[in-house]
């Protein structure tokens, strides 16, 4: 027991006259060295004789304090009574010293402990007293024997054989007990160095084999430098700040006290966040325990309270802040800088925070590794992306990074059996409004069931690594091999690809590429380079300056005002929508690989005058930033775009046979007209007005170059030689249509789209100089042949390619004869196809719709056919050498025939003149 009558007591170290160089006793909670003293400015006060005066105001006013230090290391040395008579020999005794810790280097010194001394343990060790021990009576300072204490009139002083050491910081202890470095190295090194000035903690540590209860991913999480919020809530649960009272320190012996109290009972103690700490003490093992769990070491003393360890974590069942959300996840897959990002556009909170209530929506996501950005050339180029999304954060410029990590956020939860090959998943990025940004799925299957082990599976590209996808609450979590962009627009993605450049290159040439990049929702039907070449000169005509009013038409055409994903459409529909242009485009589905694009129709009959629907070519959508981009192998004209044989010709620049035709009376071919009237026209009846209205014209044009070989004055000279030669150049087409068959004529067949005539290898056409057609000439039609020596073209397709213009074709005039083999045949080097023409339904007797009229084209000549007139000799010469040879045939057998006969009538007549004997001459010896 201490005695009553209270003396002062000080231990005085025998070395105190060398203080600077003694080495205290080491124990097991750290110790306090004293380092030796620098120059300070008291120091050169003292030393100053003209200063002694300033010194002593200083040392009044209490304003050197620098030995701050070494006051409190003295004042642990000082008790405020006796030592007691009997000292335990199996558990320590706690003595209260007369130092009140304050903070070193602080600006206000509050005491550390409130209102509560320093506690100084002593115990009895084989009959020798030992002061300063730890909790376990171990380490410590011997005391002398009884005899050697020294009295005074207010005290005893007690001489020991070193330093008591000051008890160091929570901060120290956690940094250097050997038992707390995990738990060192999951509290923030900030957090630490506050920890110091944090007054009267009672603290619970969990021991290092404690964190062997959590997985890998939470530890790693813990360790990770995101974690520092759920670190600090940890140390928060386990840490109480006013035991039993204001300021109270729960020092074991306090705890047993109250456990005493409560009749052995357990009590509470509320933690700085105000966790219940179940305190217990077993009389029996005389240990007390925290929530059911034994102390392992107690009273650790500290400058600012006292720290005990415990075996396991206190963490409570309905406020564990290690509750592993996707972010936590995340961090403990080392997907620290994705996290990173994310937190740095304000997206964690609503993307990677799980515990947003089940009444919210599912996410899955797709992150990146630290090690694989490290690893990849092409995954730091994509990270490079965001940092430069990130540098932008101080200008408050996230859009860019933001709108690249949405797209790494699926909307919804998709496990690996919910892929399929070819699915498009919404991702968080939106455009457009509310419309969400797909992210394409690919799967690789080698067996039944889709699992890591047996199948391949991409997102956007990026390959799945690290195992089968992870379910954290309402969060889905796969690991991908690399970044995934969001998909550029439309003409970047066009031009990754060689096939589209001409596409492309009209885009720019129309300067539509902004427009079509800012319409919020889009999906583009992009033809392909072949396509725009099956336009022949049409396509020649849109490129021209002043045609590109109808060029923005035709492309503006292909833009689709909605979102079109080729695995949403349903086999069998076929769905209207609107373009950009203001007409409408149909798409059919016919079955999951056949999917066609057409125009408006009239009676079945597109009224851009294709033949063919468009076929698209792609199986699978291509992304674009604001859409999709599907293929197509056939550029789609809107109706509204008249492209007549007028413009064909100046698409061909063929001014020399545009310019003839306007010379002659043939010039309303050129704008859909109809024949100027005869005089024999007043009888004629509304059939051939309805003929003449519903037939087209092919022009064979020769070029510009072809009518160099010609002698144009010899034609100008004479209208009707011109019009003779206009003439040779123009085959009319007739609609097939029962009632324009009627009139005999030649039917263009099966066309295929954009050919202005059909064309078959020795197929004919009357021209409007053949007598068929009204003309004056016998040798007014015109054949077609293969030209066999061409070369293929490498747009010729590989299989059926015969009736195709891609490959040349000779056309001539048909029974012309020529010495040297020029001006009646011609080679066809480029073709283009008019504009439909709507036959109104008052002028058809057999429908009472409009009808679609085929009006002709152009086919482009690299030769003039000149109108062939037979010469002299191919007119009669030919006829008289005929009947020459024939009178000489004539003749030949007529007298041939009557030697014959005569010779018969003499051998008859001497035959009767014998009797029928023939006489013998006589033989002459």
């Known amino acids: 027991m201490v005695n009553k009558n209270h003396y002062l007591v000080i231990f005085i170290s025998i070395l105190l006259s060398n203080f600077s160089s003694t080495k205290p006793i080491e124990q097991q909670q750290q110790t306090f060295a004293i380092e030796p003293q620098t120059t300070t400015l008291i120091d050169l006060l003292s030393k ?117 050491s000051l008890p160091p910081s929570l901060k120290t202890i956690i940094k250097t007990h050997p038992e707390l470095s995990t738990y060192s190295e999951i509290l923030p090194d900030q957090f630490l ?23 890998s991913i939470e530890l790693d999480y813990l360790k990770s430098n995101f974690s520092a919020d759920d670190s600090i809530k940890l140390f928060r649960l386990a840490t109480a700040d006013n035991v039993l009272g204001n300021e109270g320190i729960g020092y074991s012996d306090l705890l047993r006290h109250e456990s005493d109290n409560h009749k052995g009972h357990s009590f509470d103690l509320l933690s700085i966040d105000g966790n219940h700490l179940s305190i217990g003490f077993d009389r029996t093992s005389k240990q007390l325990s925290i929530n059911g769990s034994e102390i392992v070491e107690q009273d650790i003393l500290a400058s600012n309270g006292v720290l005990h360890i415990l075996p396991n974590l206190l963490i409570p069942s309905g406020n564990n802040p290690l509750e592993l959300t996707a972010e936590k996840y995340l961090i403990g897959l080392n997907c620290t800088k994705f996290v990173s990002l994310f ?131 309402n969060t889905v979590i796969y690991i991908l091999s690399q970044i995934v962009q969001p998909p550029s627009d439309l003409i970047q993605v066009a031009l990754s690809d060689i096939r589209f450049s001409t596409g492309v290159a009209s885009i720019f040439s129309a300067k539509l590429d902004h427009e079509f990049k800012n319409i919020s929702q889009l999906t583009y039907l992009m033809p392909t380079n072949k396509a725009f070449s099956n336009l022949g000169l049409i396509m020649d005509y849109l490129l021209l300056e002043k045609s590109k009013s109808d060029l923005i038409q035709v492309l503006r055409y292909h833009g689709i ?33 056949n999917v066609s694009v057409h125009g408006p129709t009239i009676g079945g009959v597109a009224l851009n005058g294709e033949r063919q629907d468009s076929e698209v070519l792609n199986k699978r959508d291509k992304l674009i930033e604001n859409g999709s981009m599907q293929f197509i192998n056939q ?87 011109l019009e003779s030669l206009i003439r040779q150049h123009i085959i009319p087409v007739y609609p097939d249509d029962d009632e324009f068959n009627s009139k005999e004529g030649v039917i263009r067949g099966d066309l295929k789209s954009f050919e202005p005539l059909y064309i078959k290898d020795g197929l004919i056409y009357p021209t409007l100089l053949s007598i068929k057609e009204g ?63 709507i036959i109104p339904s008052s002028l058809s007797s057999s429908s009472s719709n409009d009808q679609v009229s085929f009006a002709g084209g152009v086919l482009l000549l690299d030769m003039v056919l000149e109108p062939y007139y037979p010469s002299f000799w191919d007119r009669i010469g030919k006829f008289i050498l005929v009947s020459c040879v024939f009178f000489f045939l004539l003749s030949g057998l007529a007298f041939f025939g009557w030697k014959g006969w005569k010779k018969y009538v003499d051998l008859q007549n001497k035959n009767k003149s014998t009797n029928g004997y023939l006489v013998v001459e006589p033989m002459e010896e």
């Not at 506050?194 to 959590?214: G, V």
């Not at 979102?563 to 203001?582: A, C, D, F, H, W």
């Open 48 to 164: 100053s004789e003209e200063h002694s005066k300033l010194l002593q105001l200083i040392q009044i006013t209490r304003l050197d304090n620098q030995q701050l230090e070494l006051r409190q290391t003295l004042l642990y040395h000082l008790l405020n009574f006796t030592l007691p008579d009997s000292i335990p020999t199996e558990s320590t005794q706690s003595l209260d010293s007369l130092l009140f810790p304050v903070p070193f280097n602080a600006d206000q010194e509050v005491p550390l402990l409130g209102h509560q001394p320093q506690k100084l343990r002593i115990i009895q060790r084989d009959l020798t007293r030992f002061i300063g021990v730890n909790a376990r009576g171990q380490g410590g300072i011997s005391l002398p024997d009884s005899s050697e204490f020294q009295n005074a009139t207010n005290g005893i002083m007690i001489p020991i054989q070193s330093i008591l």
């Open 193 to 215: 160095d506050q920890l110091e000035l944090l007054p009267h903690l009672t603290l619970f540590a969990p021991q290092n084999s404690a964190w062997n209860n959590l997985s």
């Open 343 to 473: 937190r740095q556009a304000n997206l964690s909170t609503p993307y990677l925070d799980n515990q947003r209530g089940d009444d919210q929506k599912g996410y899955t996501i797709l992150a990146v590794r630290d090690d694989v950005l490290g690893s990849s050339t092409s995954s730091i180029e994509e990270y490079k992306r965001f940092e430069n999304s990130v540098d932008r954060l101080n200008n408050n410029d996230t859009e860019s990074l933001s709108k690249s990590l949405k797209y790494h956020v699926i909307e919804g939860n998709y496990l690996m059996e919910d892929l399929k090959d070819g699915l498009l998943l919404k991702t968080e990025l939106k455009f457009g409004g509310e419309s969400k940004q797909r992210i394409p799925v690919s799967v690789a299957t080698k067996g039944q069931s889709i699992s890591m082990k047996s199948s391949i599976i991409g997102f956007g590209g990026a390959n799945v690594v690290g195992g089968d996808p992870v379910k954290i609450g």
């Open 561 to 593: 005002l909605e979102l079109v994903y080729l695995n949403e459409l349903k086999i069998g529909n076929s769905q209207r929508y609107p373009t950009i242009e203001g007409s409408e485009l149909y798409i059919t589905v016919h079955s999951s690989n």
């Open 635 to 721: 550029v789609e004209l809107p109706s509204g775009v008249n492209i007549g044989i007028r413009k064909l010709m100046m698409g061909a620049k063929a001014t020399t046979m545009l310019e003839l035709i306007q010379s002659s009376n043939l010039s309303w071919i050129l704008d859909y007209g109809s024949p100027p009237p005869s005089p024999s026209s007043k009888n004629s009846n509304q059939g051939e007005e309805i003929i003449n209205l519903g037939r087209g014209y092919t022009i064979l044009c020769p070029s510009d170059t072809a009518f160099t070989q010609v002698n144009l004055t010899y034609y100008l000279e004479d209208r009707s030689r």
């Open 775 to 837: 003309g004056n000439s016998r040798y007014g039609d015109i054949s077609f042949r293969s030209n066999k020596n061409h070369p293929k073209s490498s747009l010729d397709d590989k299989e059926d390619h015969e009736d195709q213009f891609d490959r040349k074709w000779l056309v001539g005039i048909k029974g012309a004869q020529s010495k040297n083999g020029l001006h009646d045949s011609s080679r066809i080097i480029n073709f283009g196809r008019a504009s439909p023409k």
